[in-house]
């Protein structure tokens, strides 16, 4: 263990000592120490205990702690901070700019344990309601968060599909007008995250390798193979590029697009090869299939649904009538609530907006207490009045509590036009608690939607565990609808139960989640996840016109006030 390492870590205890909120005076001195202890012209890993404690600024208790790291790799001290802090936290600390002070703020005021956690609170802007920090440093965590992530050699597809287009465009610069030139692999079939962005050319490998060289914010990386070029860009993220005779371009991308299950399927219907075609739907017509579109080519069922002519029209973003599950400056928007739905009304030429903005137990949202609902509800009914047709949908995302129950009481419930029920807190439970948790909050009559039925966060928190059958089951029984979080970052619920949940006629709701204008953007990546669901607008609640939404919610609303009065959850039965 080198000066270097050594003094790394010193300066983690230092963090961890301002952390936890340890003597100042001890905490500055460590933290000045560890600077110091990577300065020391000669090794320290070659002195006794008794010779470092006679080093300027270093006593006998910390030449001893220093020994023992020496012999152990740690130290008593640093080891009981660390087992008091969660994995996340220490992630933070490890991140060039950010800090002790401000990770403890964050920990401590807003209770974010993790990076994705953080990540997700920035792009909900709510750092900036903490005390120290302002948009500029909220932003800039941001920063600091995405590079961290994109280190990790996962990327959010959200994050890349900038960058793809990029450098796509550029390698059609570099290339003959008449290349045949696309994405293909996980890029092009949508998933989530991935590693890599697939790229097939109509061309010669030396040639293919030659216009790659020429994107100077490509760096190739060595040691390819006689299938792929493969490079990486300034941020890390890594390109493969297929060469492939121009007579073979639509059967090669039809091979390198599919998950590996899909493509053996195929070459076994085929009797072991596919042919090669005119195109990718001359090929699966070839093979006695119907087109599948890419985003569904992972494997599962969709060759027997291609078979038998049962592939549903996929939902695109022109399906989409408005947008439900929003937030405004009522409670951590950015946005005020007219422009929430001017921007609906007249950029995306939407026809509704729900807003939801958060209940009264999410005070880090600063969730709206009862005489904020009614506030807001005034607002709404004045703007339906000035903005009519358009209209605004009196929602709230109301927190699903410990024991499932919603934290409004019902008369407040009832004033609703639909209430969307999530949960943000205490996401360690197991997951028959867990499940429990959920089957209750879909038994209140007043459940609209179950938002972000799992709580992940991509690339940082699994979501709580759930019975996904029971729980996709009980929405079905009650008439709730599964929200499709479309915020790149959960994309919850995952679109490998989106099918099982079509089967039980359950309808599902994409939803934004935007706390500003741009958020409704996202929109764009619910669509993707609900194409890799098999997801049809007519099984979306938001693509359905602003007269089917109404008498929907209508309906909700006369079968949760009939059953109010006489309501005994079936979780509270012995």
């Not at 920990?107 to 903490?130: D, F, K, P, Q």
């Not at 060595?222 to 792929?228: A, E, I, K, P």
């Not at 953007?521 to 609900?530: F, K, L």
Request: contains cysteine; proline residues 3%.
């Amino acid at each position: 263990m080198d000066n270097k390492t050594i003094a790394r870590t010193f300066r983690l205890y230092g963090q961890l000592m301002e952390l936890h909120g340890e003597n100042p005076f001890r905490t500055k001195a460590i933290t000045s120490l560890a600077f110091k202890l990577d300065k020391f012209p000669f090794a320290l890993n070659k002195l006794s205990t008794e010779a470092l404690s006679e080093l300027p600024g270093i006593g006998k208790s910390t030449a001893q702690k220093i020994t023992t790291l020496l012999q152990r790799g740690s130290f008593d001290e640093l080891d009981s901070l660390q087992a008091a802090t969660p994995d996340g936290i220490l992630e933070m600390l490890r991140i060039k700019g950010l800090g002790a002070k401000k990770t403890q703020v964050i920990w401590r005021s807003l209770g974010i344990e993790s990076m994705g956690e953080l990540y997700y609170a920035c792009n909900e802007n709510r750092l900036v309601t903490v005390k120290g920090f302002g948009l500029k440093t909220q932003e800039e965590i941001k920063k600091i968060i995405e590079f961290s992530m994109a280190n990790r050699g996962w990327f959010l597809y959200a994050s890349i599909e900038t960058a793809a287009a990029g450098i796509l465009e550029q390698l059609q610069h570099v290339l003959p007008p008449e290349t045949l030139i696309a994405y293909t692999g996980e890029f092009r079939r949508k998933n989530e995250i991935l590693q890599s962005v697939d790229i097939i050319a109509a061309v010669e490998h030396r040639q293919l390798e030659q216009a790659i060289a020429r994107i100077a914010t490509l760096t190739a990386v060595s040691g390819n193979t006689d299938t792929y070029l493969e490079a990486t860009d300034n941020n890390g993220l890594l390109f493969r590029f297929l060469a492939v005779d121009a007579n073979d371009f639509h059967q090669q991308w039809l091979i390198s697009t599919g998950a590996p299950e899909h493509v053996a399927l195929l070459e076994q219907a085929g009797g072991g090869q596919l042919p090669n075609l005119e195109s990718e739907t001359a090929i699966y017509r070839g093979l006695g299939f119907d087109y599948i579109e890419p985003e569904l080519r992972e494997g599962g069922n969709e060759l027997d649904l291609a078979k038998s002519g049962a592939l549903p029209t996929l939902i695109t973003y022109r399906d989409l009538r408005g947008a439900l599950h929003n937030h405004s400056t009522y409670s951590d928007g950015v946005n005020t609530l007219e422009e929430m739905a001017l921007y609906c009304r007249d950029v995306l030429k939407l026809d509704y907006l729900g807003i939801c903005d958060h209940s009264k137990t999410a005070v880090y949202a600063n969730g709206l207490p009862v005489a904020r609902v009614q506030q807001q509800w005034a607002e709404i009914e004045a703007l339906n009045n000035k903005l009519a047709p358009f209209r605004i949908f009196k929602g709230i995302e109301s927190d699903i509590l410990s024991d499932g129950s919603l934290d409004y009481p019902d008369e407040i419930l009832a004033g609703f036009d639909f209430v969307v029920a999530s949960i943000h807190g205490n996401l360690k439970m197991e997951e028959e608690k867990a499940t429990h948790r959920l089957l209750k909050a879909i038994e209140n009559p007043y459940t609209t939607i179950l938002g972000h039925p799992t709580g992940r966060l991509l690339l940082s928190r699994p979501g709580y565990p759930i019975d996904y059958r029971r729980v996709i089951d009980a929405c079905a029984d009650h008439g709730v609808v599964m929200e499709i979080n479309a915020n790149p970052l959960r994309l919850d619920l995952d679109w490998r139960w989106h099918r099982y949940a079509l089967e039980k006629n359950v309808l599902l709701s994409i939803n934004p989640d935007a706390h500003r204008v741009s958020g409704f953007h996202d929109m764009q990546y619910g669509i993707y996840a609900a194409r890799k669901g098999g997801v049809a607008s007519k099984n979306c609640l938001n693509a359905f016109s602003l007269a089917e939404i109404s008498a929907f919610f209508q309906q909700r609303s006369q079968r949760a006030s009939s059953l109010s009065g006489n309501r005994q959850s079936i979780t509270d039965l012995p």
